[in-house]
Structures are given as C-alpha cells and as structure tokens.
C-alpha cells in the first residue's frame, strides 16, 4: 500500500527488524506530545515491537516509510524514513467498556502514531487501511479502536474512514497493545463493521 504525497512515496509495510528503534522513537514522540502525555522508555516501547516480529503472533505492526523527494534528509545509509505507525490486534475484548464490548474475535487497532512534520499527508488513513485489510484477510468483519475525546483530527478520520462512535473507552490492560494504563474516561470506543456491514 503506498501513495504518493508533497514531500515523496509513502508506503506502508509490516515492521522490519531493522526498523525496531526508529519506530520506537515514532511511538515514544507521539505518546509524549499526545493529550495524555505519556511517557515511555525505549526499552518497553522496542520489546512491544520484538513481540509483533514472531511469527506467532497474527497480530501485525504497520510502518509508514517516507522515501523522500529530497533524498539530503535522509540519514546516512538509510533510503526512508520511518514517519507513522499503527498496530492490529486480534483480541476484540480488549475495548472493555461499562457496557459494551466489541464481539468476540473482532481485531483491535492502536498505536496509531504519525510524526508531527509529516501530519496532513495521508499517512494515518494509509496506516488505518492496512490494519483493517489485515482483519479482513485473517476473516475477521469487525475492528474496534479507542481515541482521545480531545483528538477532534484522529475522529474525524475514523468518523469519515466509517467508524462510530460507541461511548467512553477503557483500554486498560491491553494484552498485545502498548498501553499504560490511560484513564478510560478520557477516551471514545469507536468500531467498524467491515465490508460494508454495520455494527450492531
């Protein structure tokens, strides 16, 4: 999955070995400047990554990596930039709210993270079709995925991508997604029926 945007190439691709600290560094950034500032050591960040290179775990990690027009902005030795990330789970009960969980066997997306030079591309919406075509090829019609009440850009993506909104998240204890314990009264449940259906 790649598209063309004003600074270069973009495509999306399952986490590379190689791509283990750069992707941490994404994750560590956007934790940090997200409206729950949170804070993250390398360490924790790079052996959540380590977990989605086995295979197996159905799970996926997605990178977004920018080849850029101007190839002087690349480190040395290096032809892309990791610029976006975004994870799938398959454990749909993960979205444990007061009153409504997700169905059994839906698939979980997070870690959505998309430098802050690089917002406005299309990076997130490539990102968010790649976790959502990995649920559909492992035959699951359902993903679910919790944001910020005060993250008015990531729900009007997910609003305008065909989620809806369900009410106050809790994505507390997590079990393959990186999550430190956010208070779930700052969050939104969001889902989605894939392949056209609605969620019931």
């Keep these: 999955m790649s598209a063309e945007s004003a600074v270069g190439l973009i495509k999306v691709a399952h986490l590379d070995a190689a791509d283990l600290d750069a992707a941490s560094v994404v994750l560590i950034r956007s934790f940090a400047t997200s409206p729950d500032s949170v804070s993250v050591s390398l360490k924790d960040v790079g052996d959540f990554l380590k977990g989605f290179l086995s295979p197996d775990n159905e799970g996926a990690f997605f990178t977004a990596r920018l080849t850029p027009s101007d190839a002087n902005v690349l480190p040395e030795g ?7 990330t975004a994870a799938v789970s398959l454990d749909g009960g993960a979205l444990d709210t007061e009153a409504v969980r997700l169905p059994a066997g839906a698939a979980v997306i997070a870690n959505m993270a998309v430098n802050q030079t690089h917002r406005g591309l299309g990076i ?13 090829a492992l035959g699951l019609d359902c993903v679910g995925l919790a944001v910020h009440k005060n993250n008015a850009p990531a729900q009007e993506l997910y609003l305008s991508s065909g989620y809806t909104k369900l009410q106050d998240a809790k994505p507390i204890g997590l079990p393959a997604l990186l999550n430190f314990g956010l208070p779930g009264s700052k969050h939104i449940a969001m889902v989605k029926r894939l392949g056209g259906g609605s969620h019931q």
Excluded: D, F, K, P
Excluded at 78 to 84: A, H, Q, S, W
Excluded at 124 to 136: D, I, K, P, T
């Design 78 to 84: 290096r032809t892309y930039l990791i610029v976006g």
């Design 124 to 136: 997130a919406r490539l990102l968010l079709q790649a976790c959502e075509q990995h649920a559909l």
